[in-house]
Structure formats: C-alpha cells, structure tokens
C-alpha cells in the first residue's frame, strides 16, 4: 500500500552496541534520485500548466529513470489527487520503452494500490500521463496540490514528489438590461431584457438580480421568464419585490430575463420610466446597477369639436328647433340663423382647419351647395365661433325635418361632425332666396366662407360674421 498523504515511510533502524541509534535508509529525496549501492533512480511529476480556471483539465506527468546499475523490480507509480479536481476516466497512459498502453483507472486516488509498471533496466525511463478535471466550483486562489509516490523491491520505501497548479481566481460579470422603447404611448407595453454573461474565470454562484420598480408604469403579471443554457424556467412574479436567483453560471455561460411593464394612464407627457437593475453574486458581492429609459409620449390631442347650433330670428340659439307648441315650424322664404362653434382640445396648436357645412336641400343660400369656412390655426385649447343665415325655399306640400350637418376638417381628413334640425312647411308662397348679407370690411373679427355650388363655383361674402371666445 503507498503511505498516507505527505508522509514516508522510513528504514528500518539498526542498533549496534556501544553507538546509539542511528538510521540506516530515511529520506524525502527533494533532488529526486533515490540510491542505495547499486540501485537508484530518479523521479518527477509535472502539470501541462501553472494556472487553471474552473471547468478546464489538467494533465500531469509521473516520470521514473533507473540510473543505477541494475535492474529495480516491480517499479510501483502511485498518486494522490488533489481536492478540487475530477479525475478523467481513461485517460491513463503509460509509456516505457516503445511501449504506450492505457492503463486502469484504478491504480490513481488516495487508497489506491498504485501501477506496477514492471522491471527498469539501467537508464530505461517509464512514464504516467492522466488528466483530472477541476470542479466548476473550485474557489479562486486554491491550490492544486498533486502528489506523486515511487518505489519498487530494491528500493521499497515510497518517496514523493509534488507539483502545484493554481486555480485562477478573477471572477468577472457583464451584465445589462434594454427595453423595446426609448419613446411610449400611455398603454403601451414595455418589453424587458436583461443579460448576465460570466466574462471572467471562476463559476459564479447565486447570481441575483434585482430591480427598483419605474414610475408610470406597472409590472405585467406572469411576464417574467428566465432563460439560462436554452431552457426557459418560469419565474414566480415576487422577484420584483426580492430578488431573483439565476443560480450557477459557467464561464463564458449566459442568463437572460424577460419581464414587461405597461404604462400608466396617467403618465405624464415627458415623465421618465426609469428601470434600474442591481447585480451581484457569491464571487461578486459588491451589487452594481444598470439603466433602461423610456419617455412617455403622451400624443398631442389634434381631435377637434364642433358645435352646430340654429335658431329662428330674434330667438334663441339650439341644438335643433323642434315643432310643437314651443318649437317653430319654418316656412319659405324665412331666414334661418346657424351659428358654428369649432374648438381645438389638443395640447398643440393645429393648422389648415376648415369647416364644411352641407345645407339641407330646402334651406339654402343657393341650389346644391356646401359652405366651406377656412379656419386656418387653431392655438391649444382655442375655440372660433361663425354664423351665417340662410334661406327656407319652397317645398313640396307638408311638413318635413331638414338636417344640416357640420364637419370641421384638417386638411381631407374629418376630425368631427355634428349637426342642427329644423321643420319646414311646404306649399307656401315666399322668397327662393333672400339676398345675401354684404362681406363684412376686413379686420381681426372677419372670417371668409366659401360657397361651393354644385357647378363648382366659389362665391365669397356669404359670412355674416365671425366671432371668438374669450380663449383666443
């Protein structure tokens, strides 16, 4: 059996009469030949490398040469391994002479009985090569201690040789995390990615990850998934409030995690979603942080009102004028007043507004016609008010409901409508037209209506009057 872990055996001692004790055979033979008369040898063992990381082989080498003069008998090999380490099965070699032949696992490992290699002639020299892999959680900084151990039947005390292989210990993480959209709308969803790579040299363990949840937004239930080694593991969605533990990570290994948030209703325009990310592992204990930024986006509201209103003269202004004991029936040749409110809601000033209004086909200011009101800019929150008569024509008999309808515009695209009512009585005598109210003078309190006849002429002048708010 080899003797234990960094001790030998020493010779037998001898007592002679009249001298005290003395040793006859004990050594460690740090130059590495052993010799007593005619039997020596000399012996090594070596690593392919100084440092190590985590996960990687060693291979290391055990060399015996008899340079004595006879023959060493039942040349034994033995070996202890160090901790931290895998030894790699079947990768024993044993080379002597012209002979190489695999050999055994068995004869490597503290307790094992070691490898015969057989008889060493003068100056034969015999080899052991084989491979250990060191554990991915070797720490950093530890040292590979390997043991080698010789001896054979001339020379039956075991001796020892070493050689040190350190592990590597420079853990080092990148990490970071982005998000879908550097601009969001109230509502939108944001799409999270966060990626941890292990950069350095060592297994790290327990990496967290962590989060300060944004303002103006709010974390999606379930979202929330973490793929590591093309695997995707469900995450319970409390991490947000702790922490999420991506476990191991192997060098050059990769962890990626997942998550959305949704931005509230109520974010303000220009208020910053600001996600801050934290990390750490057992190898890195000092957390450090990331960013990802979103700004809201809250989209200028171009929608624009309009308000129709009619009356009869000298009355008030509404909605519709119904008949009935409080409502009016018109007649041909009577005035109807319309009165047309447009508003901009937005939180920017709008351009090219217009309003077209299409006349009922018995209450005109001429045949077929659409009245087409330039508006121009409306500033943020600014209203304009136009009226304009017309004229009840002659009807067939009975009374009928005549509907005029507004539309204020941008441009080709309608941005709302709304519409007034009145009644008319047929079968009466009155004026087709009345004559049109003259184009006011020019100043700040006119507006231009166009007049669109259905032969695609354009006649100005038929605006009464413009009028603005108090939020011009």
Sequence with gaps: ?????????????????????????????????????????????????????????????????????????????????????????GSSVVSKGAVTKTVTDAWVGNGADGLNVGTLTPDQEVSVTFSVSVKNDAPGGYILSDRAFFKCNELSDWTEKGVNVT????????????????????????????????????????????????????????STSL?????????????????????????????????????????????????????????????????????????????LSIDKKVKKENGDWLDSIDKGAHGHVFTAGEKVFYQIIVTNNGDEGVDNVKIVDTLPEYIQVNDNVTVVTMVGRLEPKQSKTYEFEAIVK??????????????????????????????????????????????PEAGADVGIISVVTSFGLSIAGLILRKKSNSLI
């Design 1 to 89: 059996m080899p003797m234990t872990k960094n001790k030998i055996k020493f010779a037998s001692y001898v007592a002679l009469v009249g001298v005290i004790i003395a040793p006859l055979f004990s050594f460690l033979n740090l130059g590495g030949k052993v010799s007593a008369s005619a039997n020596s040898y000399d012996s090594s063992v070596t690593a392919d490398k100084a440092t190590v990381n985590q996960g990687e082989n060693v291979t290391y080498t055990i060399t015996a040469k008899n340079t004595g003069s006879s023959d060493l008998h039942d040349f034994f090999f033995a070996n202890y391994l160090p901790d931290n380490v895998t030894y790699v099965a």
């Design 167 to 222: 592990v590597v210990a420079n853990p080092l993480m990148q990490y970071g995390i982005q998000v879908d959209k550097t601009t969001a709308n109230r509502g939108d969803t944001l799409h999270y990615t966060a990626q941890i790579k292990n950069t350095g040299d060592v297994m790290l363990n327990d990496v967290l990850v962590y989060v300060y949840l944004p303002n103006y937004a709010t974390y999606k239930n379930g």
């Design 227 to 303: 793929v590591k080694d093309d695997i995707t593991y469900p995450v319970n969605d409390d991490w947000r409030n702790s922490d999420l533990n991506a476990g191991q990570l192997l060098v050059g290994a990769t962890a990626t995690i997942y998550f959305d948030m949704t931005v509230n209703s109520d974010a303000p325009k220009g208020g910053e979603i600001k996600m801050t990310m934290f990390f750490k592992s057992n190898e890195l204990p000092n957390e450090d942080y990331c960013l990802a930024r979103t700004t809201v986006n809250v989209p200028s509201e171009t929608s």
């Design 394 to 439: 002659d009807a067939p008999s009975g009374e009928r409901k005549q509907e005029n309808v507004a539309k204020v515009m941008t441009g080709d695209d309608e941005k709302g409508r709304d519409l007034a009512s009145v009644w008319i009585a047929g079968g009466s005598k009155g004026s087709v037209l009345g004559e049109p109210t003259k184009l």
